[in-house]
Structure formats: C-alpha cells, structure tokens
RNA sequence: GCGAGAGUGGUGAAAUUGGCAGACACGCUAGACUUAGGAUCUAGUGCCUUAUGGCGUAAGGGUUCAAGUCCCUUCUCUCGCACCA
C-alpha cells in the first residue's frame, strides 16, 4: 500500500475549503476588467445515475485554470449549479409515482456531494437550479420580452412528435427521423404550438460567431444549421389559370433548362392546380405521402416518387409550356415548398427526370448531362441572353431581368427553422400566458411571476398533446389579467433548453428578486471568458443561449453581442471494448487477457481485438467515479483525466493508466518526508524547478495540462536523483501542483508551516537564465543523415561550427573521397553536410 | 453525397518557426531490496541487424540541404448535416 494517505489528507481539506468559503468570490472593484475571469462549466443534468468519468473531465480543466488564475492575480468567477427540468425525471415520476422535484432534489445533493468529492474550486453560494421557482420566474419573464417583442407566436402546425415521450420535439432534437433522448422514431402530427421566431435573428446569429473563439468544427456546425443560401425567387404563370407558382431557386442562370415543376405534397396549391383527370392520383399520392414518417421519406431517397398534377406552367423567360408535378423530394418546409425543376444541372431533378422520362435541356457546357447532371461552372448555351456567360455572371443578369419584368428578386433563404419551444409535459416552466375569449392570448403580469408549477395527481402525459397541467381545473381556470373574466391558462410548458438559455447570467448574482441579474454584476463579469462541455451541444444549446443572447441585448440588458467569447469543448472519454472477428463487441467481464495486447473470450477461446467504445452498461466498461475516488484518491482522478491526452479530443479509459499518476503523487509524498534546508540549491535543483515553472506555466494557461503533468514528473524524476531538495526548491513546486492537485498541495503546504490556502498563494515566476543550457547538443548530419552529435557551449557561431564538422572525425569518414557541394548551418541546432560522387 | 477533424511503438501519447521522431506515462524484460505491496528503487525497451549500419509517423508522389510538420493523389476512421432546390 502506498503511503500517501488521500483518504485522510482531501477530506480534511474540503471540509477547509467549506468552512473557509475560500473559494467565495465578490465583485471587488480592485480588480480591473482585465483581472477578471469567467470561466464556466457546461452545468450537468442531475440524472439518477449519479456523475459520469465524463462529468470530471471538464470541471477539472476549469478547476485548474481557475486556480491557475486566481494564483496569477485574477478574479475568478467559477460557478456549478443542475439544469434540473427534464423528461428522465419526469418519466421516473411516471413510472414510480414519486414527484419529480423530489427525485430531482435528491439527484442533485448526490451530484453535489459527488462535484465536491473532486475538489473543485466552485462558489457554491452562487449554486442554482433551474427547477427552483427563484430561477424560473426569470426564465418566464425572459419569455413574456420575446414574447412581447412578437419573437413568440401560437401556430398550429406539423411538427416531430415523439410518441414514447408524448411530447413535441425541435428539429434540433431529431436525428437520423428519431428522438434524440429516446429513439423512439419521429411522426408528424399537428398541434397548436408555442414557436420562437429564432429565425428573425439568423443572420446575427451567422454573423457574429465571426469573431468568437471557438473551434472552426463548432463554427461550420452552426453555420449549416443556420444554412444560408442566396438566390431568387421566380414567379411562374399557370396556363389557364389566375394563380402563380413561386419557386426559389439558387441557380437562377438556368431558367433555361427548366423542363417541369415540382410542388411539394403539403403545397396549399396542390388542390386548385390539379385537373379532374388527374385527381384520383394526385388525391392518392398526397395521402400516402402524409402517412410516410419522415425516415421513410428520406430512407427511400434513392427512388423518386411523384405524380403530374396535369396542369402546365410557364417558364418565364421564353414561354416554355412545362409540366407541373407533385413530389415528395420537395419539402413544404423549405423555400415556398415548389421548385423550377432543371433535370441537366441538379442531380436530384435529373433522377426524378429519369424515372418520369421527363426532357433534359443542357444549358451549361462541360458535361454529358443524358448521362449525368452536370451541376459545376460552365458556359450557358441554349440561354438566350445569358448564352456565353459563366455562372456568377449569368445568375447576377438572371435576377437584373427577372426584377425589372417584376417575374422574380433576389432572395436569401435558410435552412433554420422557428424554434418549436412547447412540450405536452409536466417537468418544466409553465409557459405564463393566458387565453381569454374577449382579450385573446394575453401575458401573465410580470409582477404575479412566477407562475408556479401547480401539484398534480398523476404525471402521465396524455398524449393527445395536451400536458398533463391541462387535467388541473383550479390551475386551468383562472381570470384574464386585462377584463377580469374567466380565461384559461396555457397548459404547454417550456423544453429543457430553456433554463440553459441563460443561467451563465443567474450566476452573477444569484439572489437578485429585482432583476434577472444585477446590471452591475452583468457590467463586471460579462462575457464568459471561457466556456468548456461536450460538443454535443454544438447546435442545440449554443444556438438557443446565442439566440435568447441576443434578445437581452437588444432590451438592453446585456452589453454584448455574444455570451461566450471561447468555447472548448473537451473529449469523450471511452472505454476499450473486446470485438469478435464478427464486429459484435464482448462484455469486458467475459475477456480474458492472455498476453500483451491479446485477448479471448472467455466462454469460447475465441481471440478478440481489443478496440475503443463509448462506455455503455452493456459492455460493462462504464467507470464509475466514485470506486476511483476511493481507489486513488480524487487527486489522482483529477491528474489522471488530464494527463490522458489533450483536452479536446477523446481519449479511453485505463485503469492502469491511473496507477501511473497516483505513483506520481506517492513520490511527492516521500519527498515531503526528508527533511528541508536552507541550504542554497545546487544549480541543476535551480535549473530544473526554473525549466519546470516556465513549462507548467506556458502549458498550464493554454490548456495542456497533459505536457505540465509530464514535466512535473520529469522534475519529480530529477528530485529524486538528488540527495536533498532545499526548501527554495521545494516550496515553489508545491504551488506549481496546486492547481493539479489541490488536496496534496494543501497539506504540504500547510507542513510548511504556511498558513492555508495555498490556492491564495501567488504562483512562482522563473528566471529565463535558468532555463536554458549553457551546453547544447548539436548533431552533424551528412545528407540528411546523423552521423555525430556533440555537446557545444550555446550560441556557438555558423563557422565555428561549420569548422567542427568537417574536422569531425565521424564526419571525415563519411565525406572521405566525396564532393562537397554544400554545408548548411544552423546554430544551436545541426550542420548538414552536402555531398556526392 | 456535402461539411469538419483525425491517422505516430505492444498501449495512452510528445514533438514553437520544417532541423536528433517517440518526451512523459502504461505495459513488458532484467537486476536490487523488502514492512510480500495495487509495493519501492535501478537499468533496458520503435522495427530489422553481429557491430558498423539500414528502415521507420495510413499508402503513393512532390517541394527542400532537411518533411510527422508544407503541396498533390489515394485509402481508412470519427463527428456533424443529409432530397434545403
């Protein structure tokens, strides 16, 4: 057994820190703006199976940051708090009877104790929870600004239903045609919605991640979500007919080649335009096409379907008479829900053609489009006036003709949709509106929120999306806040993202009953200096935050544009998994490890190689943060995680890895038990703690603890090699673990005769002198290859050590007898020889 | 299909501006020591080879005195989007 006894040194240490409120911040107008951080953590849902090895990963990056920073002179904001409404509470409360707040409430002390078992510097004064009715009555009245700024309207409309969370979901929130949280597969169905007008701010939301710090990946997610396309809208004649068929199309320039029309099954014209002969078929594909779920119609994508309306449109630009038909592979929601079909320049339309024998005019030279639609750059022919034109300049003389014959303008589109913000469920904020059949919809006064959630008997949702709030006459029934008679309450409630929206805000100043947040604690610490969690939250979360954002600041309540200024999203930690030839993956306690790097299973003897996952309970390789605590102790945890590899990618978990760090730690501990002198430090002790607090310093403020752990250990390594470390070495080292780990720091610290917390310390400096090498290794290379290495004082000059290398002996050797054609010489680093013959 | 990122020992990974590939750690091997522990300490450990030496950063090509790093082609994997006109 080791000696460091961790059991005993970090709970002494966080019960310090506790009692102290060492890590309590205030807005101290000491500090000027440029001496203030806010760093902040993605906070957690406070699910039933407690943290995760994940959920460490990234507090721990922003413990030692915050650490590192407050050490450095800074004050630091660093705040924890349970993004507490959410269906799986919910569902456990269907299935149990036991109320959510209860299961939630308990979810949340556990995740506490557990967050607090790591040592992390939070102010825990400033913890919050979005179920608590201090918080939500600021997410309620941040929804009656949106609403009162016309941002929130009623619409009944088809939208992603889940049927086993009976709720409505955003198009964020499906994937693949599934639920996200569930999987369940996505229908559509109509129901009377609460939508945010999220798109009125598209182009603000895509044009201020321009000058935000996150990573370009996160970046181009948001921007194809966001999906801003250029182009036209062009109007199109319906023979014998009044009506008019809007398209929108980014290639104008090859009006020309429109050879049909397409209007998707849901276009409100599909009915007017649709000739008695060909009703029956019309009638019958738009049935079949309502009752396809959305995965079936993307799932069959390879085959089109479509049916003519009978009716015949007119291209505008030379009168062309083209079919007009109905078809699945338009979508209702994009666009005007029609296109301008051009079979030889879009690869979707040249499909359709091809299966309806529909004609395919070229009208860009470059390719063989009977064989293939050509949808690069080319010279228009068969184009009328645009005939020798390239594309840019074609589309640009397109839109000029179309808008002075008022057929058609330039258009922007996106792919972004309103945001469906109403879910049919109990465990959320109760949307604070009210219907009135004289008045209409009419707010909640802001000074009557919060609107409470009221009790209930049963949480089952009702499915017939209605929430199961609707069921509670005496909360139903209510007055009109404007002419007094009786009203309804709306029963929706808000979706999870919600409370997320804006909780970085609640934060600085969390107690206010005035105000979401003071102005001068916003004024202070905003923006988030730093903002690190998963990257699956790279659309959902981001985009709503930046979104509502937004909206305060044009209220005036924030003063920048954007939240987050950096964003880091940390890695996944996996797990290995054991694979059969087959690709099925083997239980962990089924494998046996039969040698380096080979294992079998164990039933069958069968070998397995050995490769990474994502932890799951199946697999059995789910690490469980509190058996590692207790193992190793939370400081090695810590160490551990971030020793593994660079923050931002992922990284598997190992066990024995985790050895390696607690063995570090170990070491420190018997170091700490020779004794200290003062004595003056030899130069090499001097040179090594000097090189070390230059590295963990540069490392530690970009974020790569992985190389600041290295060479803490590379320095451990040379202490040892010592015979005693004096306490001008020793003392500054411990504060460069500080950070690190915490619970050890302390203690040695403290041994020191220090009083605590070594966290208020101020981080030592280095001595550039003492970092570098009066001897340097130089090497001397002949074509490219090492031939010698020698030890010369640094700063050694070009000839002199052009001279040294060709005196070389080694080097004489293998220029012998050879050309030389040419030496290059670079000093404190190599001479390479050039020769030949 | 489109967009983004990645590919380095048995394993996790290092490698300012192109300048000794594999730091540090795990694992393994040998030795020492012992309070037989999840010890500890020391040394070794990319591959081939008897040393000299040769080969090595997914594959192939290029630029350069010099390439893991820059350029081109290809392959594989991960993530995101996916009939968005």
């Known amino acids: 057994m080791s000696k460091y006894p961790f059991n005993q040194i970090e709970p002494k240490?966080?019960?310090?820190?506790?009692?102290?409120?060492?890590?309590?911040?205030?807005?101290?107008?000491?500090?000027?703006?440029?001496?203030?951080?806010y760093v902040l953590d993605m906070f957690p849902y406070p699910s039933g199976a407690g943290l995760h090895v994940g959920h460490p990963e990234g507090y721990t990056a922003t413990?030692?940051?915050?650490?590192?920073?407050?050490?450095?002179?800074?004050?630091?904001?660093?705040?924890?708090g349970f993004d507490s409404f959410g269906l799986p509470a919910e569902n456990y409360a269907i299935k149990t009877g036991t109320h959510p707040k209860i299961t939630t409430e308990k979810n949340i002390n556990r995740f506490r104790e557990q967050?607090?078992?790591?040592?992390?510097?939070?102010?825990?004064?400033?913890?919050?929870s979005t179920h608590s009715k201090e918080y939500y009555r600021w997410t309620q009245w941040i929804f009656l600004q949106l609403y009162n700024r016309g941002l929130a309207y009623e619409a009944e409309t088809p939208i992603n239903w889940c049927p086993d969370c009976k709720t409505g979901l955003a198009n964020e929130e499906v994937k693949d045609g599934r639920c996200e949280r569930c999987g369940s597969q996505v229908s559509r169905k109509n129901l009377r919605q609460w939508i945010l007008k999220i798109t009125a701010y598209a182009d603000r939301l895509l044009e201020d991640l321009e000058?935000?710090?996150?990573?370009?990946?996160?970046?181009?997610?948001?921007?194809?979500?966001i999906g801003r396309s250029e182009g036209a809208d062009v109007i199109f004649t319906i023979e014998n007919s009044s009506e008019t068929i809007k398209v929108y199309t980014t290639r104008p320039d090859t009006l020309f080649g429109a050879t049909y029309m397409v209007l998707s099954p849901e276009h409100p014209l599909v009915e007017t335009i649709t000739t008695d002969e060909q009703r029956s078929a019309v009638e019958a594909?738009?049935?079949?096409?309502?009752?396809?779920?959305?995965?079936e119609r993307t799932d069959l994508a390879k085959e089109k379907t479509g049916v003519f309306s009978g009716t015949y449109a007119i291209n505008p630009v030379n009168g062309a008479k083209i079919p007009v038909w109905i078809a699945d592979y338009v979508l209702i929601s994009y666009g005007s829900g029609a296109i301008m079909a051009v079979p030889a320049h879009d690869t979707r339309d040249w499909e359709f053609a091809k299966e309806f024998d529909l004609p395919i005019i070229e009208v860009l030279e470059g390719g063989d489009v009977q064989k293939e639609a050509f949808t690069e750059d080319g010279i228009h022919v068969n184009s009328?006036?645009?005939?020798?034109?390239?594309?840019?300049?074609?589309?640009?003389?397109?839109?000029?003709?179309?808008?002075?014959?008022?057929?058609?303008?330039?258009?922007?589109?996106?792919?972004?949709?309103?945001?469906?913000f109403s879910r049919q469920r109990y465990w959320g904020e109760p949307i604070p509106l009210v219907h009135c059949d004289t008045c209409g919809t009419v707010p909640v006064p802001e000074d009557q929120l919060p609107l409470e959630l009221p009790e209930v008997s049963s949480f089952t949702p009702t499915g017939t999306g209605e929430s199961p709030l609707a069921g509670i006459d005496t909360w139903v029934n209510t007055t009109c806040p404007v002419c007094g008679k009786p009203a309804k309450r709306e029963t929706n409630t808000m979706p999870q993202w919600a409370g997320s929206c804006w909780y970085y805000l609640r934060f600085l100043d969390p107690k206010n009953t005035e105000t979401l947040a003071s102005q001068e604690a916003i004024d202070y610490w905003m923006p988030v200096n730093l903002y690190v969690g998963g990257a699956e939250h790279a659309v959902l979360h981001l985009l709503y935050a930046r979104f509502w954002h937004k909206v305060l600041y044009d209220l005036g309540v924030v003063k920048h544009k954007e939240p987050f200024q950096r964003l880091i999203n940390q890695g996944m930690i996996t797990s290995f998994a054991y694979q059969r030839s087959d690709k099925s993956l083997v239980p962990t306690d089924e494998v046996e490890e039969t040698g380096p790097d080979t294992f079998i299973e164990k039933s069958t003897g069968e070998p397995l190689e050995r490769v990474i996952a994502k932890m799951s309970k199946s697999l059995k390789n789910v690490i469980n943060p509190d058996e590692i605590i207790r193992d190793f102790g939370s400081d090695a945890m810590r160490l551990y995680e971030m020793f593994m590899g660079p923050l931002q990618v992922s990284k598997p978990w190992s066990t024995s890895g985790i050895a390696g760090v607690h063995r570090l730690l170990d070491r420190i501990w018997r170091l700490a038990e020779q004794p200290r002198s003062t004595a003056e430090a030899p130069k090499e002790l001097q040179k090594v703690l000097h090189k070390t607090i230059k590295k963990v310093t540069h490392d530690t403020g970009l974020l790569e603890f992985n190389t600041a752990i290295a060479q803490m250990m590379i320095c451990v390594n040379e202490f040892y090699k010592a015979k005693e470390i004096p306490l001008s070495i020793w003392e500054p080292f411990v504060q460069l673990i500080a950070p690190y780990a915490p619970h050890l720091a302390e203690e040695l610290w403290e041994q020191l005769g220090h009083a605590p917390s070594i966290a208020k310390s101020t981080w030592p400096t280095w001595d550039e002198s003492l970092t570098v090498d009066e001897e340097i290794t130089v090497i001397f290379q002949v074509n490219g290859k090492v031939r010698a290495k020698v030890s010369v004082a640094l700063g050694t000059g070009k000839e002199e050590l052009e001279k040294m290398a060709l005196e070389h002996r080694r080097i004489i050797e293998w220029t012998e007898g050879k050309t030389i054609r040419r030496v290059i010489s670079v000093p404190d680093k190599l001479v390479n020889i050039v020769v030949s013959g």
């Open 13 to 37: 240490w966080q019960a310090f820190w506790e009692d102290d409120k060492t890590f309590k911040v205030t807005e101290d107008p000491a500090y000027p703006k440029d001496r203030r951080a």
């Open 63 to 80: 413990d030692i940051y915050c650490r590192y920073l407050t050490m450095n002179g800074y004050n630091v904001l660093h705040p924890m």
């Open 211 to 225: 000058d935000l710090e996150w990573t370009d990946a996160i970046k181009a997610m948001q921007k194809n979500w």
């Open 285 to 295: 594909y738009v049935h079949a096409a309502a009752m396809k779920s959305d995965l």
């Open 115 to 128: 967050i607090k078992s790591l040592g992390f510097c939070y102010d825990w004064d400033r913890e919050i």
């Open 384 to 420: 009328g006036f645009l005939d020798g034109m390239g594309k840019t300049q074609a589309i640009e003389a397109m839109i000029s003709w179309l808008e002075e014959r008022s057929m058609g303008e330039k258009t922007v589109n996106y792919k972004l949709r309103d945001w469906i």
